[in-house]
């Protein structure tokens, strides 16, 4: 199993491009969101999604939108990249509700709005 | 809404001396989980609390859970260079489906 993997890496983008950040899991997991982490800040919930065709905001979803149209996978858009978006992201998983079970995280990806 | 606050936000540890991190919810919680990350490195599971006092062991950390399910920590024991990295608590939030984390503890080890 790969668990839950993310890309790009890294990535460099211009204030008002839009961009697609890939998040792709293959334990079989309902659970899956997406979090920033900035620096003294933790980990703040974007949008998250309970099943496929399910989704829903978390505490900072201005500025992104989701969707999930297969277990498997779950993009996070950027519609025009800000650089208040400038950020780590990380995707995570979990078996059913996050609050109950284990969540496995993806490597993140740097994200930097010029 | 639901806040989990963590302190300290830095500890700097003498190799092999202890120290406890502290995680502290405005609201009781039915759970809370701790999570590591290394530095440049993702969030890692490592533990979750669910009952009213609930101490779990991992080799030299142990975690405590409070009795009124508000509070808990993280004590690690003879801290080595392996310990490295943001200590996260992490609890349910107040609207469900969701896991509010705290800031995190940065531990730095001095060798």
């Known amino acids: 199993n790969a668990g839950v993997t993310q890309t790009p890496k890294f990535q460099v983008l211009k204030t008002g491009q839009s961009m697609t950040l890939q998040c792709a899991q293959d334990?079989?997991?309902?659970?899956m969101s997406w979090y920033r982490q900035d620096p003294g800040m933790g980990l703040r919930l974007i949008h998250y999604?309970?099943?496929?065709?399910?989704?829903d905001q978390g505490e900072v979803p201005n500025g992104y939108n989701v969707s999930r149209s297969t277990t498997e996978d779950f993009p996070l858009r950027l519609l025009s990249a800000a650089p208040s978006q400038t950020s780590v992201y990380f995707c995570?998983?979990?078996?059913?509700?996050?609050?109950?079970?284990?969540?496995?995280f993806g490597q993140g990806t740097r994200l930097t709005v010029v | 809404g639901q806040q989990v606050m963590q302190i300290p936000q830095y500890q700097h540890v003498q190799e092999g001396e202890d120290f406890t991190t502290y995680c502290n919810s405005s609201?009781?919680?039915?759970?809370i989980q701790w999570y590591k990350q290394r530095p440049g490195g993702h969030p890692v599971f490592l533990i979750q609390?669910?009952?009213?006092?609930e101490v779990k062991k991992q080799k030299r950390l142990t975690f405590q859970f409070g009795e009124a399910k508000k509070n808990s920590s993280l004590h690690i024991t003879a801290t080595q260079t392996t310990d490295v990295g943001t200590y996260f608590c992490?609890?349910?939030?107040?609207?469900?489906?969701?896991?509010?984390f705290g800031g995190g503890t940065r531990v730095l080890v001095k060798p």
């Open positions: 995570a998983s979990s078996y059913s509700n996050i609050q109950d079970t284990e969540a496995f």
């Open positions: 334990m079989n997991h309902e659970y």
């Open positions: 999604s309970v099943g496929a065709g399910i989704t």
């Open positions: 609201t009781t919680l039915s759970n």
């Open positions: 609390l669910v009952k009213s006092g």
């Open positions: 992490a609890g349910p939030g107040a609207a469900g489906n969701k896991l509010t």
